[in-house]
């Protein structure tokens, strides 16, 4: 593996290329993990950022888990 390119993100609204098009509005981590066909710790991360920079939202707790919403 190697670098490829760099990305500068230099709004919020830039981020959103971190949501992949396809998820619905709302969704669980698994969905997600899912849609960016990813599954490790740095994409916890990523739904995290995405919560401090407010595109996304948590809005409930079901057994499995979070749902996220997209604002």
Excluded: H, Q, W
């Excluded at 390119?5 to 698994?30: M, Q, W």
């Amino acid at each position: 593996l190697g670098i490829f390119d760099v990305l500068e993100l230099e709004s919020r609204e830039d981020y959103r290329i971190f949501i992949p098009d396809g998820l619905n509005e709302t969704f669980t981590a698994k969905e997600y993990y899912k849609a960016i066909k990813s599954r490790s710790r740095y994409d916890y991360y990523c739904l995290r950022l995405l919560m401090s920079l407010g595109l996304i939202e948590r809005t409930e707790k079901n057994k499995n888990g979070y749902v996220y919403k997209i604002i």
